[in-house]
């Protein structure tokens, strides 16, 4: 298992890196030595970022991505490259959360949620992988999801849910694939976080159609852990290895293993039964 000396000096991609908790995950590694690729579709903030991580002597390359844009990922893969000459560590945040019912959800709605949580990683996938398998040395994915593909009523956020079930899919799968090749894969599962997340839309591009309402307002989340927190969590899973590292608050984990529990016995149920119902 590698040690946090082992990150020293080697290069980690961050996406959605300009807010929250992939902000948190660049500050994180670039203090244990990493140099640092960090893409948002707020260039801004990812050059704010930039001269923050060079001011404590960090290598950094900033660049604006879209990730739901195939051919700027291939570009923002190819700067990383031919800025580093190798990526070691490949963290997939980058996401959007939408609340609201399937049923009155806007097709603009599902084709933004799922261009940026699903195609974003298959986007970023399709671009960084073929180059990092061929390197020789430690590798490792991380791909954040969220508690919301593990809950059992996921009633107003059955959107997101389903991209982030459709990221536990991918990851779970790709993991399996890639073991023999030594490329690990994590999967990142955060509660619920205090960043930006619940104004997600002021990324929004207009091809995918207005705002929708936001039931729950716009301002940060005032309660849950830090992103600070997770980036230390998903650190500590980095180097432990793990195939899933949950980063909430302690007071909600019993209540989320209950979910979790109701959501399995629901299909264990089924399976108990010789018709299946
Ligand atoms: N905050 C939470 O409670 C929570 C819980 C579980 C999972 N997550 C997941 O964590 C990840 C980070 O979210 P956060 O809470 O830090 O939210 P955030 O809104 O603070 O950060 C998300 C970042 O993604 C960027 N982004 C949005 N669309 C993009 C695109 N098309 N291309 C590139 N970048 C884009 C945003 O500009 C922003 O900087 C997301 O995948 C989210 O689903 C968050």
Redesign the pocket.
Known sequence: MPTLSDLNGRTAVV??????????LAIELSAQGMNLVI????GD??NALASRLRESGARCLPMQ?????PGAVQAFADAAFAEFGSVELLC??????LFGKVADASLGDWQWLS???VQ?LLNSLHSFLPRMRAQDGWKHIVN?????AFLDNPQGSAL?TA??QA?VGITTGLRYELASEGVLVTL?????????????Q????SQFGPRAAEPFGTG??PF?IT?DE?AKIAVAGILAESPIVF?LEESTREHFRSQVRNAWQEADHALASPIGV
Do not use: E, F
Request: hydrophobic content about 40%; charged content about 15%; some cysteine.
């Open positions: 996406t959605g890196a300009a807010s929250g908790i992939g902000a948190a893409g948002d579709i707020d903030g990812v991505v879209d990730m739901s844009d997939n945040n980058a996401g959007v959360l261009a940026v949580n974003g954040t999801a969220s508690t919301h997101y991209s982030k990221i990142l599962c955060p509660g619920q976080v205090s960043t930006r997340i619940l104004d997600s002021r990324n929004r591009p940060v989340i849950g992103p997770v980063a």
